[in-house]
């Protein structure tokens, strides 16, 4: 049997575990959320300090995945217990398993399709933690049909649950309706193309001009895949087609070329090899100014230069190849913002993974993020710091913080709308280096510790027009004192 919940945030069960040696271990929930919005659970043990998670949607109150979170536990016997994050309650709960040891491992699903239709997820490859169990539905095209699957599955069941113990392919197979084909696009060295790089399906026969825009600095080497030299690069999409366009030289007076942190710098070498680009291609990315003002996936890290702007123009983007979503450390963000760059009008899907890195002084106008990965975006620790400045944006669906900073920064936020989270804001727990905080405009529900959370006695926090269904002496967990002040004219 399975428990089942009422929508309410007191709504929560407990098991009782006993493990021979104290230590973190891989805490397993297996659970089905057919309410078509993910949830916030927490968790913790022997009555200690909740960490909180998202419960992600399935297909139905009958599709059942698993959620690892890793949990201390003392030696003998343990409480753990899972609680509502908010006031939607819990999913339905088959079971909790312990695994010996916290997970660190993750494995690609490869997804193809063969035929006219798609998936969801999306095609391309997606990186899950050890022991998911990924749901994945086949969508026919307009009068295709889906005739079942081949590789780590076969049968025709819709969707299917595939269990995430090693690497695997899925491919969908359909049969029938307007026959169409994928063009994967992608850059090497300092440049961009438009459309921009990512994988789009066209009708057979279709004609795609690829035009490529070196970076300032950069040349135009020439075209590999379905186009060649240097010319323009027109493609018939008469078979699954992919192109590169390569550059040369570029902007050499990148900050990050030269920057040098005076601490963590040995961290701040590794994140330049590991932490950007994506788990295929790590250290790599792409600079550019303009999105495509479409849907698309991303496959690396955009770089935006130091005082330049990036213009979305509107479009969608789904990171691909670089992380689930998770609290999992080591994920990529979609984003790498240097001192005094601007993102605006852009919009991150699921998985979300890091979000956008902020190096300092930056902007982001009319960014949404329509399920938070490990945050929003956040100032790590070996980044310059600044101001920082964000209006007219919101994010959602967040299982622990929206926002993270780790170096000295001052925060202004107006205009927001967030809901579904743990915090807010986080400052980098333990730490006192100063952090000025404004809010103005904003609404945030659905939160399941406060808006703001700091340990730092340099941490100062002033509101205006600020609106929660927390109850106000809710809202921080702060050493100072939160002002009220009069909210800015404009940002």
């Known amino acids: ?6 929508a309410s945030s007191s709504a929560s069960v407990e098991w009782t575990v006993s493990v021979p040696t104290a230590k973190t271990y891989s805490v397993v929930i297996r659970f089905a959320n057919g309410s078509g919005t993910s949830m916030t659970g927490k968790m913790n043990a022997n009555g200690g300090s909740y960490t909180s998670f998202s419960l992600s949607t399935t297909a139905s109150w009958s599709t059942w995945t698993t959620k690892a979170v890793n949990l201390r536990l003392n030696a003998g016997t343990n409480r753990v217990r899972l609680a509502a994050g908010s006031s939607r309650g819990l999913p339905s709960v088959d079971r909790l398993d312990v695994n010996d040891g916290a997970t660190t491992a993750t494995y690609a699903l490869t997804i193809a399709v063969n035929g006219n239709g798609s998936t969801n997820p999306s095609i391309g490859s997606h990186s899950y933690a050890a022991g998911t169990v990924v749901s994945v539905t086949a969508i026919p095209a307009s009068g295709a049909t889906f005739t079942g699957w081949s590789g780590a599955a076969s049968g025709a069941a819709n969707p299917i649950a595939i269990t995430m ?10 049969s029938g309706g307007v026959t169409t084909y994928t063009l994967t696009i992608s850059t090497s060295g300092n440049g961009s193309t438009s459309p921009a790089a990512g994988t789009y399906r066209f009708a057979s026969g279709t004609s795609v001009t690829i035009t490529a825009t070196p970076s300032s600095g950069a040349t135009f080497s020439g075209w590999s895949g379905a186009c060649v030299g240097t010319g323009s690069c027109v493609v018939s999409m008469t078979a699954n ?9 570029g902007p050499t007076g990148l900050f990050i070329l030269t920057y040098r942190p005076t601490t963590a710098a040995a ?3 590794e994140y330049l090899a590991e932490g950007i680009g994506s788990f295929s291609a790590p250290g790599t990315y792409t600079v550019a100014t303009q999105g495509t003002g479409t849907a698309r996936t991303v496959h690396r890290t955009i770089l935006v230069a130091q005082n330049t702007t990036y213009d979305g123009r509107g479009e969608v983007l789904t990171p691909v190849d670089m992380g689930d979503g998770s609290q ?6 979609v984003f790498l913002l240097e001192p005094g760059a601007t993102l605006k009008n852009v919009t991150i899907t699921a998985p979300g993974v ?10 982001l106008e009319n960014v949404h993020w329509t399920d938070v990965g490990e945050d929003a975006a956040s100032v790590r620790t070996y980044f310059p710091g600044g101001d920082i400045t964000i209006v007219n944006s919101s994010a959602h669906h967040a299982s622990d913080k929206v926002f993270q900073f780790n170096a000295p920064v001052t925060v202004r936020i107006k205009n927001f709308t967030a809901s579904d989270m743990g915090k807010l804001i986080r400052q980098n727990g333990g730490t006192t280096f100063p952090m000025t905080v404004y809010l103005d405009g904003v609404t945030v529900n659905d939160v399941s510790s406060e808006i703001v959370r ?7 926090v002033y509101y205006h027009d600020v609106v929660s269904d ?3 002496g809710e809202w921080w967990t702060l050493r100072t004192t939160p002002i009220p002040f009069g909210g800015f004219p404009s940002l």
Request: glycine residues 10%; negative net charge; proline residues 6%.
């Open 328 to 333: 999992s450390e080591g994920q990529i963000p």
């Open 1 to 6: 049997g399975y428990a089942t919940f009422s």
């Open 241 to 249: 087609r992919t192109v590169t366009a390569t550059f040369a030289g």
């Open 454 to 460: 700091s340990d730092s006695p340099s941490c100062y």
């Open 354 to 363: 890091e979000g956008v890195h902020m190096m300092g002084n930056n902007r």
């Open 267 to 269: 961290d701040w070498a």
């Open 470 to 472: 927390l109850e106000p």
């Open 165 to 174: 113990d090693a690497a695997k392919a899925l491919t969908a197979n359909f």
